[in-house]
């Protein structure tokens, strides 16, 4: 099955290789749409040089992507089999059909599945980031959103709690200017002053280096304590927003013709062209032998088997815990005294135990004094961060 990712160093000529597998699978599940054997399907057409960030990341970094990301997951070890399972929704892709198209997941590669409500992925992408730092690893997170999600309560949220806790995220917003059929450049945060200059990077995200080079800072940065960094990726979106929208609805066909000039396949194919790297026929043989793969993939996708509806709960729950009486005294207590007590029990005996919240600490503990002398008692500074965990 097609995987492109031979190893984690970046050659622009696998990479193009890389962004037309991506695109071929797009345009493939456009096909099989129209042949009324798909459901639903949303392109990463324009998006694909992102895929570059992949090898700046080891296994054991994460990933927090939204649908637009195919060329991104495919960088990152995700093959167009897996992607074609989850396009027919199959039993064996990694949601295990539940999952719309677009909607990646992967366990193997530390892939978090992409959130239905956008920007929904933003908060718990800082929670592993945090997590990350608490356990003292030098690993980072990758979490990516688009312009008109930029505006999601959950960013600002995320961002603002990733710069309190200089947390090792990076946060990529592909800006391609539209939600859906909105422009979204009157409400860009950017546009609107409101991050400081010296807190965003902006990069033209249609060529490979550029993402390249500049996720490279952030993820040196982001590794070395440095904490995160937020880019701004002014790309286009190639295509219609999903199976169920036509842009030319609501775009002039001058600027959709327009937008094709700056195709990044297209770009770093003539740039390869003219650096005597690739030929028109090499090109055109290239083009063909992603093709062929694609097809494959797809083919043998289409027959394997589908989801059983006895399965629907697997998967669902993790393993049975027996509850037990948590080891605090017996006798007449009360219930926030016996909470109390409970907490008490389980910081001493877990030390991956985490309170976050407002009006916790002591001396006050809470409004009915349920984490009262918690903090006291149990005040520990994980290495490296800047405020207190409790
Ligand atoms: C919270 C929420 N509101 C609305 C939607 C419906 N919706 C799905 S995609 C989308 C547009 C998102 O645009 P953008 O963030 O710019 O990403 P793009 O699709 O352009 O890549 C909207 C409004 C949703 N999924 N979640
Ligand atoms: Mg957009």
């Not at 959709?256 to 090499?282: C, K, N, V, W, Y």
Request: proline fraction near 4%; include cysteine.
């Amino acid at each position: 099955m097609a995987t492109l990712q031979s190893n984690n160093v970046f050659n622009k000529l696998e990479f193009l290789k890389l962004m037309m597998l991506s695109r071929e699978g797009d345009r493939r599940e456009g096909i099989l749409l129209r042949q009324s054997k798909g459901w639903f399907q949303v392109s990463g057409m324009g998006h694909e040089a992102l895929g570059a960030l992949a090898y700046l990341l080891r296994e054991d970094d994460y990933l927090y992507p939204y649908y637009r990301d195919r060329g991104l997951m495919l960088a990152r070890g995700l093959s167009t089999y897996e992607l074609a399972l989850a396009y027919f929704a199959k039993r064996g892709s990694s949601s295990g059909g539940r999952q719309m198209p677009g909607h990646y997941s992967s366990r193997k590669h530390n892939v978090f599945s992409v959130c239905t409500p956008t920007g929904g992925g933003c908060l718990p992408a800082c929670g592993t980031a945090w997590a990350m730092k608490l356990d003292g690893t030098d690993s980072v997170v990758i979490c990516t959103i688009g312009d008109a999600a930029s505006r999601q309560g959950e960013f600002f949220e995320a961002w603002a709690f990733a710069v309190q806790e200089n947390l090792p995220i990076i946060f990529i917003l592909e800006d391609n200017k539209y939600g859906i059929s909105t422009p979204t450049e009157k409400f860009l945060p950017f546009h609107l002053g409101i991050f400081d200059e010296n807190s965003y990077v902006k990069v033209d995200g249609r060529k490979p280096e550029n993402v390249l080079n500049a996720g490279e800072i952030a993820v040196n940065k982001a590794r070395s304590g440095q904490g995160p960094t937020l880019i701004w990726l002014d790309i286009d979106r190639l295509s219609s927003h999903t199976s169920s929208d036509d842009h030319r609805v609501y775009r002039d066909l001058e600027d959709i013709e327009e937008m094709q000039h700056r195709d990044p396949i297209r770009l770093l194919a003539e740039e390869l062209i003219a650096a005597g790297q690739l030929t028109q026929e090499s090109f055109k043989a290239l083009q063909e032998e992603v093709q062929d793969l694609v097809d494959k993939d797809y083919l043998a996708a289409e027959k394997a088997d589908d989801p059983i509806a006895e399965e629907v709960m697997r998967d669902c729950w993790g393993a049975e815990v027996v509850a037990e009486a948590p080891p605090i005294g017996t006798g007449r207590m009360t219930m926030v005294s016996s909470i109390n007590q409970t907490f008490q029990k389980a910081l001493e005996n877990d030390p991956k135990i985490v309170f976050f919240g407002e009006d916790i600490e002591d001396p006050k503990g809470g409004v009915f004094g349920i984490t009262k002398g918690l903090s006291e008692q149990f005040l520990r500074l994980a290495p490296g961060v800047r405020t207190p965990v409790h």
